[in-house]
């Protein structure tokens, strides 16, 4: 008797179909094979069931049956020993009084490390490995390329850099009509090596996030975009400001500015710029919290926080550069203390006594 042993030594039938193994018969085998095929028509183990069938239908002069083996998922060890396993267990419902040999399919050299484990049980005649012949055409090469490059994540890796090393050579040739190769050249590396920093640091999936998260603002009517360019204009007026305090501070110096003084100096000069920008993202937070229905009373204290920081550093940056006394540094360090406590009790008083998620009607 023809043992024929259809070897699935990651348990792909059990994991994909729920069949349990092993599976004794040509007619369970052919039905395994079809079950594979409709929840994982790419499963190479699906050809292994049917060449097993196949090998069934070839054998004419002598009896044949056909069966199906499987190991275990993740764990070579263990896969082997359940191999054998099923081995014993098909062997001992086989009734026959004739010698039993096997004939083992697999589909390629993992699945055949199990062959010492079914030597011990039964005698071998012989391995059948099954290649599906389209994976060795070019058409089979062809498909494989156009479906990595369908792939998204693998297309902006491999096309993006491809598509700027490829334009080198044409702006190249534009540039030297205007006498600037070099322009050309340092631009495209550059593009080039910001390309491969993003992709190295997972920048391009944060990208994304943030304009998913701008076109549903959009959408959605938010406040916070709006307030977001605004206080995005208002930082680039403080940081020019800041840029010139610098310059009359060191007019107005007799030695060179330490780098104390050269941070003092724009701090300075910008952050009026700046606490007027972090106050409007603050209001236009707190107004999308408010008509999203999520408000709470704590976050009103972020203006305050902003303005105590204001007023803290604002006099801080002042006195390094002399351009306020030591009593209004004072001053201005108890109030801005005295502003964020205030307000971080106020707003947990309220949180208390006026939660937004009483029910009215109690």
């Known amino acids: 008797m023809l043992l024929v042993l259809c070897v699935d030594l990651d348990d792909d039938i059990g994991r994909k179909t729920g069949i349990e193994t092993p599976v004794v018969g040509r007619e369970c085998v052919e039905e395994a094979a079809v079950a594979l095929a409709t929840a994982d028509p790419e ?6 069931l049917f060449k097993g069938v196949n090998v069934d239908t070839e054998v004419t002069d002598e009896s044949v049956v056909v069966a ?15 191999v054998g396993e099923e081995v014993d267990e098909i062997l001992a419902g086989l009734e026959t009084g004739e010698e039993v040999r096997a004939l ?6 993992q699945d055949e490390s199990v062959m010492p484990v079914i030597r011990s049980r039964v005698q071998v005649d012989g391995v059948r490995r099954v ?23 693998t297309r902006g890796t491999l096309l993006v850099p491809l598509g700027i090393l490829l334009m080198i050579y044409p702006l190249a040739v534009v540039a030297s009509y205007f006498d600037m190769p070099g322009v050309v050249l340092g631009l495209t590396s550059g593009l080039i090596g910001l390309y491969l920093l993003g992709r190295g640091l997972g920048l391009g999936s944060t990208l994304d996030r943030t304009v998913d998260r701008l076109r549903t603002g959009l959408y959605d009517g938010r406040v916070t975009i709006v307030t977001t360019m605004v206080a995005l204009v208002i930082m680039l007026v403080g940081g020019i400001n800041g840029l010139e305090q610098l310059d009359a501070t060191r007019a107005d110096s007799d030695t060179a500015l330490g780098a104390i003084e050269i941070g003092a100096a724009i701090a300075y000069g910008a952050i009026t710029w700046f606490a007027a920008a972090g106050l409007t993202t603050s209001f236009g937070q707190i107004t999308d919290e408010y008509l999203a229905g999520t408000m709470e009373w704590r976050y009103l204290n972020a203006p305050f926080y902003v303005g105590s920081i204001a007023i803290v550093l604002y006099a801080a940056s002042g006195y390094v550069i002399d351009q306020v006394s030591l009593s209004f540094l004072a001053v201005a360090l ?28 109690s």
Not at 68 to 82: C, L, M, P, S
């Open 43 to 48: 499963d190479s183990d699906v050809n292994v």
């Open 68 to 82: 199906a083996v499987a190991g275990e998922n993740g764990d070579d060890v263990r896969a082997n020993r359940r």
């Open 104 to 109: 083992v399919v697999t589909d390629g050299a």
């Open 131 to 153: 290649v599906v012949r389209q994976a060795q055409d070019l058409e089979s090469m062809y498909y494989t390329i156009k479906q990595v490059l369908d792939d998204p994540e």
């Open 334 to 361: 108890a109030g801005g203390f005295f502003l964020g406590v205030a307000s971080t009790l106020t707003f947990a008083i309220a949180e208390s006594r006026f939660p937004r998620d009483a029910d009215p009607a």
